[in-house]
Protein backbone atom coordinates (compact mmCIF):
# COMPACT_ATOMS: atom_id res chain seq x y z
CA UNK A 1 0.00 0.00 0.00
CA UNK A 2 1.31 3.62 -0.77
CA UNK A 3 0.16 5.84 1.75
CA UNK A 4 0.56 9.79 1.41
CA UNK A 5 0.29 12.10 4.04
CA UNK A 6 -3.60 13.20 4.65
CA UNK A 7 -4.64 10.05 2.00
CA UNK A 8 -5.30 6.42 1.81
CA UNK A 9 -4.05 5.02 -1.19
CA UNK A 10 -4.58 1.84 -2.88
CA UNK A 11 -2.07 -0.32 -5.94
CA UNK A 12 -4.14 0.58 -8.76
CA UNK A 13 -3.95 -2.15 -11.51
CA UNK A 14 -6.53 -3.02 -14.60
CA UNK A 15 -6.94 -6.64 -15.93
CA UNK A 16 -5.81 -6.71 -19.70
CA UNK A 17 -9.49 -7.50 -20.54
CA UNK A 18 -9.86 -3.74 -20.78
CA UNK A 19 -7.52 -3.73 -24.13
CA UNK A 20 -7.37 -6.61 -26.04
CA UNK A 21 -6.58 -4.95 -29.18
CA UNK A 22 -3.43 -3.97 -27.46
CA UNK A 23 0.18 -4.95 -27.78
CA UNK A 24 2.44 -5.79 -24.93
CA UNK A 25 4.24 -2.71 -24.90
CA UNK A 26 1.69 -0.29 -25.56
CA UNK A 27 -0.42 -1.62 -22.25
CA UNK A 28 2.87 -1.39 -20.12
CA UNK A 29 3.28 2.45 -21.72
CA UNK A 30 -0.30 3.28 -21.29
CA UNK A 31 -0.19 1.69 -17.67
CA UNK A 32 2.39 4.12 -16.45
CA UNK A 33 1.19 7.05 -18.80
CA UNK A 34 -2.05 6.74 -16.56
CA UNK A 35 -0.83 6.56 -13.01
CA UNK A 36 -1.02 2.73 -12.34
CA UNK A 37 1.33 0.24 -10.27
CA UNK A 38 0.27 -2.25 -11.57
CA UNK A 39 -0.67 -4.84 -14.62
CA UNK A 40 -2.92 -7.86 -14.37
CA UNK A 41 -2.50 -10.12 -17.22
CA UNK A 42 -6.19 -11.65 -18.12
CA UNK A 43 -4.92 -12.46 -22.26
CA UNK A 44 -2.56 -10.95 -23.64
CA UNK A 45 -1.96 -10.02 -27.85
CA UNK A 46 -4.43 -12.46 -28.48
CA UNK A 47 -3.88 -15.19 -26.35
CA UNK A 48 -5.93 -16.38 -23.31
CA UNK A 49 -3.31 -18.41 -22.10
CA UNK A 50 -0.35 -16.67 -20.28
CA UNK A 51 1.81 -19.18 -20.49
CA UNK A 52 2.03 -18.99 -24.47
CA UNK A 53 1.58 -15.28 -24.54
CA UNK A 54 4.67 -14.00 -26.22
CA UNK A 55 6.05 -11.43 -23.59
CA UNK A 56 5.42 -14.48 -20.64
CA UNK A 57 7.53 -17.71 -22.65
CA UNK A 58 10.82 -18.39 -21.78
CA UNK A 59 13.17 -16.21 -24.05
CA UNK A 60 11.12 -13.07 -23.60
CA UNK A 61 10.74 -13.41 -19.86
CA UNK A 62 13.75 -11.50 -18.97
CA UNK A 63 13.17 -8.40 -21.05
CA UNK A 64 9.43 -8.32 -19.97
CA UNK A 65 10.39 -8.12 -16.15
CA UNK A 66 13.24 -5.18 -17.55
CA UNK A 67 10.28 -3.48 -19.01
CA UNK A 68 8.00 -3.11 -16.10
CA UNK A 69 10.90 -2.34 -13.65
CA UNK A 70 11.97 0.58 -15.64
CA UNK A 71 8.33 1.45 -15.92
CA UNK A 72 7.95 0.89 -11.79
CA UNK A 73 4.89 -1.82 -13.15
CA UNK A 74 3.98 -4.59 -10.76
CA UNK A 75 2.14 -7.85 -11.96
CA UNK A 76 0.20 -8.40 -8.83
CA UNK A 77 -2.01 -11.32 -10.51
CA UNK A 78 -1.78 -13.66 -13.04
CA UNK A 79 -5.32 -14.49 -14.11
CA UNK A 80 -6.05 -17.47 -16.06
CA UNK A 81 -9.00 -19.82 -17.47
CA UNK A 82 -9.25 -22.61 -14.51
CA UNK A 83 -12.19 -23.39 -13.48
CA UNK A 84 -13.58 -26.42 -11.48
CA UNK A 85 -16.47 -28.04 -11.75
CA UNK A 86 -16.36 -30.43 -14.48
CA UNK A 87 -15.07 -33.65 -13.53
CA UNK A 88 -13.76 -34.33 -16.94
CA UNK A 89 -11.96 -31.50 -17.22
CA UNK A 90 -10.39 -31.29 -13.66
CA UNK A 91 -7.01 -32.63 -14.70
CA UNK A 92 -6.65 -30.54 -17.55
CA UNK A 93 -7.37 -27.27 -15.26
CA UNK A 94 -5.21 -27.87 -12.55
CA UNK A 95 -2.43 -28.50 -15.07
CA UNK A 96 -3.21 -25.21 -16.56
CA UNK A 97 -3.23 -23.63 -12.57
CA UNK A 98 0.57 -25.68 -12.53
CA UNK A 99 2.13 -24.07 -15.04
CA UNK A 100 0.50 -20.41 -14.19
CA UNK A 101 1.76 -20.55 -10.55
CA UNK A 102 5.32 -21.24 -12.10
CA UNK A 103 4.94 -18.24 -14.17
CA UNK A 104 3.89 -15.98 -11.37
CA UNK A 105 7.01 -16.75 -9.72
CA UNK A 106 9.64 -16.04 -12.69
CA UNK A 107 7.28 -12.92 -12.39
CA UNK A 108 7.62 -12.24 -8.65
CA UNK A 109 3.64 -12.04 -8.73
CA UNK A 110 1.78 -13.03 -5.58
CA UNK A 111 -1.09 -14.51 -6.64
CA UNK A 112 -3.22 -16.57 -9.81
CA UNK A 113 -6.72 -16.04 -10.06
CA UNK A 114 -9.21 -19.37 -10.55
CA UNK A 115 -13.02 -19.85 -10.93
CA UNK A 116 -15.26 -22.13 -9.34
CA UNK A 117 -17.60 -22.09 -11.30
CA UNK A 118 -21.24 -23.44 -11.98
CA UNK A 119 -23.24 -25.87 -9.46
CA UNK A 120 -25.65 -27.48 -12.04
CA UNK A 121 -28.19 -27.64 -9.03
CA UNK A 122 -29.06 -26.82 -5.33
CA UNK A 123 -28.86 -30.68 -5.00
CA UNK A 124 -25.69 -30.92 -6.50
CA UNK A 125 -23.89 -27.97 -4.38
CA UNK A 126 -21.94 -30.57 -1.42
CA UNK A 127 -20.99 -32.60 -4.72
CA UNK A 128 -19.17 -29.90 -6.62
CA UNK A 129 -18.01 -27.47 -3.64
CA UNK A 130 -16.17 -30.86 -2.26
CA UNK A 131 -14.93 -31.13 -6.19
CA UNK A 132 -13.75 -27.68 -6.04
CA UNK A 133 -11.89 -28.11 -2.60
CA UNK A 134 -10.30 -30.99 -3.82
CA UNK A 135 -8.61 -29.72 -6.61
CA UNK A 136 -7.44 -26.42 -4.51
CA UNK A 137 -6.27 -28.16 -2.02
CA UNK A 138 -4.25 -29.99 -4.64
CA UNK A 139 -2.68 -26.85 -5.74
CA UNK A 140 -2.06 -25.60 -2.27
CA UNK A 141 0.34 -28.54 -2.09
CA UNK A 142 2.05 -27.95 -5.13
CA UNK A 143 2.43 -24.11 -3.95
CA UNK A 144 4.51 -25.81 -0.90
CA UNK A 145 8.29 -23.37 -1.41
CA UNK A 146 6.32 -21.01 -3.65
CA UNK A 147 5.62 -17.80 -2.76
CA UNK A 148 2.47 -17.67 -4.86
CA UNK A 149 -1.02 -18.16 -3.59
CA UNK A 150 -4.33 -19.38 -5.62
CA UNK A 151 -7.06 -17.01 -5.10
CA UNK A 152 -10.74 -18.41 -6.24
CA UNK A 153 -13.11 -15.35 -7.48
CA UNK A 154 -16.31 -14.31 -6.07
CA UNK A 155 -17.37 -15.53 -9.68
CA UNK A 156 -20.03 -17.57 -11.50
CA UNK A 157 -21.83 -19.74 -8.62
CA UNK A 158 -19.59 -19.08 -6.51
CA UNK A 159 -20.27 -15.45 -6.27
CA UNK A 160 -23.03 -16.60 -3.79
CA UNK A 161 -21.74 -16.22 -0.49
CA UNK A 162 -23.04 -19.29 0.91
CA UNK A 163 -20.95 -21.44 -1.47
CA UNK A 164 -18.01 -19.53 -0.97
CA UNK A 165 -17.94 -20.46 2.89
CA UNK A 166 -18.62 -23.84 2.87
CA UNK A 167 -15.84 -23.74 -0.06
CA UNK A 168 -13.21 -22.52 2.32
CA UNK A 169 -14.53 -24.63 5.21
CA UNK A 170 -13.11 -27.18 3.46
CA UNK A 171 -9.45 -26.05 2.72
CA UNK A 172 -6.98 -27.27 4.22
CA UNK A 173 -3.89 -25.33 2.53
CA UNK A 174 -2.61 -21.42 3.99
CA UNK A 175 -1.98 -21.14 -0.31
CA UNK A 176 -5.99 -20.57 -1.14
CA UNK A 177 -7.20 -17.38 -0.66
CA UNK A 178 -10.13 -14.94 -2.43
CA UNK A 179 -10.73 -12.29 -4.84
CA UNK A 180 -13.25 -10.37 -3.98
CA UNK A 181 -14.85 -9.05 -7.54
CA UNK A 182 -17.39 -6.70 -5.70
CA UNK A 183 -19.68 -6.43 -9.09
CA UNK A 184 -20.80 -10.17 -9.46
CA UNK A 185 -22.53 -11.00 -5.34
CA UNK A 186 -24.30 -7.22 -5.47
CA UNK A 187 -25.76 -7.85 -8.78
CA UNK A 188 -26.05 -11.35 -9.34
CA UNK A 189 -27.28 -13.02 -5.86
CA UNK A 190 -28.28 -9.30 -4.56
CA UNK A 191 -26.35 -9.07 -1.59
CA UNK A 192 -25.12 -6.19 0.15
CA UNK A 193 -21.19 -5.47 0.03
CA UNK A 194 -21.31 -5.21 4.20
CA UNK A 195 -22.48 -8.95 3.94
CA UNK A 196 -20.69 -10.59 1.54
CA UNK A 197 -17.43 -8.86 2.69
CA UNK A 198 -18.21 -9.44 6.48
CA UNK A 199 -18.37 -13.28 5.61
CA UNK A 200 -15.35 -13.60 3.51
CA UNK A 201 -12.99 -10.56 4.74
CA UNK A 202 -10.47 -12.67 6.22
CA UNK A 203 -9.93 -14.45 3.32
CA UNK A 204 -9.56 -11.78 0.53
CA UNK A 205 -6.11 -10.93 -0.98
CA UNK A 206 -7.51 -9.10 -4.23
CA UNK A 207 -10.05 -7.05 -5.50
CA UNK A 208 -11.79 -6.28 -8.89
CA UNK A 209 -13.66 -3.40 -9.25
CA UNK A 210 -16.31 -2.74 -11.89
CA UNK A 211 -19.75 -0.63 -12.44
CA UNK A 212 -22.79 -0.97 -14.12
CA UNK A 213 -26.19 -0.84 -14.22
CA UNK A 214 -28.88 -3.23 -14.49
CA UNK A 215 -31.26 -3.00 -17.78
CA UNK A 216 -34.02 -5.53 -18.70
CA UNK A 217 -31.36 -7.22 -21.11
CA UNK A 218 -28.99 -7.57 -17.47
CA UNK A 219 -26.52 -5.59 -16.17
CA UNK A 220 -25.12 -2.68 -18.92
CA UNK A 221 -21.39 -1.92 -17.90
CA UNK A 222 -20.20 1.68 -17.85
CA UNK A 223 -17.24 3.48 -16.79
CA UNK A 224 -16.61 3.21 -13.14
CA UNK A 225 -18.76 5.90 -10.86
CA UNK A 226 -21.60 6.60 -13.71
CA UNK A 227 -23.27 2.99 -11.93
CA UNK A 228 -24.93 2.32 -9.38
CA UNK A 229 -22.32 -0.01 -7.87
CA UNK A 230 -21.42 1.50 -3.93
CA UNK A 231 -17.87 1.58 -4.88
CA UNK A 232 -16.76 4.27 -2.25
CA UNK A 233 -18.75 1.91 0.56
CA UNK A 234 -16.36 -0.97 -0.77
CA UNK A 235 -13.49 0.89 -0.77
CA UNK A 236 -14.06 2.02 3.08
CA UNK A 237 -14.67 -1.54 4.15
CA UNK A 238 -11.28 -2.24 2.64
CA UNK A 239 -9.79 0.82 4.41
CA UNK A 240 -11.33 0.26 7.86
CA UNK A 241 -10.20 -3.03 7.78
CA UNK A 242 -6.21 -2.40 6.57
CA UNK A 243 -6.66 -4.04 3.45
CA UNK A 244 -3.28 -3.73 1.78
CA UNK A 245 -3.34 -5.26 -1.85
CA UNK A 246 -4.95 -4.10 -5.19
CA UNK A 247 -7.38 -2.69 -6.17
CA UNK A 248 -7.82 -4.00 -9.73
CA UNK A 249 -10.24 -2.43 -12.43
CA UNK A 250 -11.51 -5.12 -14.89
CA UNK A 251 -13.23 -3.59 -17.85
CA UNK A 252 -14.60 -5.98 -19.90
CA UNK A 253 -13.92 -5.14 -23.28
CA UNK A 254 -12.52 -8.44 -24.67
CA UNK A 255 -16.30 -9.97 -23.57
CA UNK A 256 -18.10 -6.68 -24.94
CA UNK A 257 -16.56 -4.82 -27.41
CA UNK A 258 -19.12 -2.65 -27.78
CA UNK A 259 -18.37 -0.64 -24.44
CA UNK A 260 -15.81 2.31 -23.82
CA UNK A 261 -12.65 2.12 -25.36
CA UNK A 262 -9.76 1.41 -22.76
CA UNK A 263 -7.97 5.10 -23.61
CA UNK A 264 -11.36 6.66 -22.26
CA UNK A 265 -12.11 4.57 -19.06
CA UNK A 266 -8.48 3.45 -17.98
CA UNK A 267 -7.12 7.08 -17.02
CA UNK A 268 -10.99 8.00 -15.73
CA UNK A 269 -10.62 5.30 -12.85
CA UNK A 270 -7.37 6.33 -11.82
CA UNK A 271 -9.27 9.85 -11.29
CA UNK A 272 -12.31 8.39 -9.99
CA UNK A 273 -10.04 5.93 -7.20
CA UNK A 274 -7.71 8.84 -6.28
CA UNK A 275 -11.30 10.97 -5.70
CA UNK A 276 -12.94 8.65 -3.42
CA UNK A 277 -9.87 8.40 -1.71
CA UNK A 278 -9.12 12.12 -1.33
CA UNK A 279 -12.73 12.46 0.36
CA UNK A 280 -12.04 9.37 2.65
CA UNK A 281 -8.85 11.39 4.23
Known amino acids: ?59 NLSNTK ?13 DTSARFDDPETIDRNIEEARRHIDLAAELDAPYIRVFGDRIPSPE ?17 EYTQGIPVMILIET ?30 PYRFQGETLESTFNRISKYIRHTHVKD ?12 VGQGDLPLRSALELLRDHNYSGWISFEWEKRWHPEIEEPDVVLPHFVQVIHEIEN ?3
Open 124 to 140: LAPKTIAQVAEALNKLG
Open 212 to 223: SVMTENGPTYCP
Open 1 to 59: RKVEVGAYRYKLAFTTLACPNWSWDMIVDRAAEYGYEGIEPRGVEGEMDLTKARPFIRE
Open 279 to 281: SLG
Open 155 to 184: HGDFSKTDYMVELLSQIQSQSIGVLWDIHH
Open 66 to 78: NQLKEHGLEIPCL
